[in-house]
């Protein structure tokens, strides 16, 4: 073995010795493990459906759980409603770990977006980008919302915001659009290799110089990451020098593009940090909302009798105002519940900490304890939810009575909460109601017989796919009848 290699070995060994030792939540209950090498992480993302494991150790540990992480590394799942406060809005901010930011910054094509930054260069960054996701600037897009709800496109958010043809109204695949398919695969595809799981485990504790020699050996699936990055900048920079040459004529003009060339104009953000946010955009905005509204269809499909109710308060619905339609707000509420299209984003204590837990109950962390913060089983607890929690049942949000107070909407973790929530969510909601309503007051929705619509398995997004088709992607095949 050459020198080079021998030295780093021993490196890298007498570091994984230290951070072994440095950072252990030993004592917390927790499945037992059978691979150093690949954990519990491999299990779950390679299980057959998504959340069994997660919710069958849930009910049998309690709601903060240690399973382990590749190279035996102690990682807590955390769905405890206090923890997860204290964890999004504490006052020194709990960061991404290292293999999400790294793996984010290669979907983004860098680590200057919104998403990947973090502290003062995130709080400068959302300061210049609220404006265009207030309350009363979003009511402009209402009647686009509309025109284009009434092509029946599913994305035209993104075409709005942009002005950018992503070829949705007429078939056409740009270069961007099978790039995003392309991610859109990558984000769900089950059967990982153990080297992909070995490879995100030492991105997880190794310091960052170390980290620019481990891009030389990086996954098929980040090179194929990296490629929708270097895409999506592409298009950003097409947009940008398209929008340079118009300028900006006016000055009241709060939409992304016009806020971003101001902040260009203005210094208040770097060039690459503005194609960041332009790629953070485009892929963000993508499949997250169409996803959403995939399961709410399906779930409506499967519920004809909760199709109606909406239907007659559409009818009753004065000049779309959606937000006074108590069950169909509901029903988006259950859907966003039920089925978050991101599930566990991943934490890293900035210190030694101490845990807030239900029922006056604390855990001590360590600094630099890695936490997955479980949506998916928050939004399922029955001591929240009912007992109920698995099935899909909109009228839970009539009673408005839920014991806790947690995220941006209903108090939900799907938008995540905090400093860090989605800057998009109310965007989301005003897309999801104007596209949804148009599609429940001209058609009706119905399953067709022999196709069983479920979850992806072991997956980093939940999207819906049909039973033993999975290779096809994710789809939700639906019989649609036209309304006279």
Not at 240 to 247: D, F, I, P, S, V
Not at 372 to 390: H, K, M, V
Request: aromatic share 10%.
């Amino acid at each position: 073995m050459p020198p080079f290699f021998t030295a780093f070995a021993s490196i890298l060994t007498a570091w994984l010795g230290w951070w072994l030792k440095r950072v252990s939540v030993k004592h917390v209950n927790g499945p037992p493990s059978t691979s150093f090498w690949l954990g519990h992480e491999y299990i779950l993302r390679s299980q057959d459906k998504f959340g069994d494991l997660e919710t069958k150790w849930c009910r049998e540990y309690g709601t903060v759980y240690g399973i382990k992480g590749s190279l035996g590394q102690d990682v807590l799942i955390v769905s405890d409603p206090k923890a997860l406060e204290h964890i999004f809005h504490s006052a020194r901010p709990y960061p991404k770990t290292k293999d999400n930011n790294f793996l984010l910054s290669l979907i983004l094509g860098g680590p200057g977006g919104l998403v990947v930054a973090e502290d003062d260069v995130h709080r400068r960054q959302r300061k210049v980008l609220n404006p265009a996701f207030s309350s009363a600037n979003l009511r402009n897009f209402q009647s686009i919302f509309q025109q284009c709800s009434e092509k029946v496109v599913d994305a035209m958010g993104r075409t709005s915001a942009f002005r950018y043809d992503f070829g949705s109204l007429d078939g056409r695949d740009t270069e961007l659009e099978e790039a995003l398919k392309c991610l859109h695969t990558a984000s769900w595809q089950s059967n990982p290799s153990a080297l992909e799981f070995i490879v995100v485990a030492l991105i997880r504790i190794l310091p960052g110089s170390v980290l620019k020699v481990l891009k030389l050996v990086s996954t098929r699936a980040a090179h194929e990451l990296a490629s929708v990055g270097e895409t999506a900048g592409k298009v950003a920079r097409e947009i940008l020098a398209a929008q340079a040459e118009l300028g900006v004529h006016d000055e009241s003009d709060k939409d992304i593009i016009n806020i971003l060339t101001r902040a260009r104009l203005t210094g208040q953000m770097r060039d690459d940090e503005i194609e960041s946010q332009f790629v953070t955009f485009i892929i963000a905005g993508h499949e997250t909302t169409a996803t959403t509204m995939s399961w709410l269809l399906y779930e409506l499909a499967a519920h004809p009798e909760h199709q109606s109710i909406i239907r007659e308060e559409l009818k009753q619905s004065y000049h779309n105002a959606y937000d006074s339609l108590p069950f169909f707000n509901a029903a988006i509420k259950e859907t966003l519940r039920l089925h978050p299209f991101a599930h566990t984003p991943a934490r890293a204590a900035p210190h030694d900490d101490v845990l807030p837990l239900m029922g006056s109950k604390t855990l001590v962390i360590p600094k630099g304890q890695t936490l997955l913060c479980s949506i998916y089983l928050y939004n399922r607890l029955p001591s929240i939810w009912g007992t109920d929690a698995e099935e899909w049942n909109p009228a839970r949000f009539l009673d408005k009575n839920i014991p806790v107070s947690l995220g941006v909407y209903a108090n939900l973790m799907t938008f995540s909460t905090g400093s860090r929530s989605c800057i998009g969510w109310r965007f989301a909601i005003m897309e999801m109601q104007t596209v949804l309503a148009n599609l429940i007051r001209n058609f009706e929705f119905s399953l067709p017989e022999d196709v069983v619509i479920e979850q992806t398995p072991g997956a980093q997004a939940i999207v819906p796919v049909v039973k033993g088709e999975q290779h096809l992607g994710s789809r939700v095949p639906l019989k649609v009848k036209r309304l006279e």
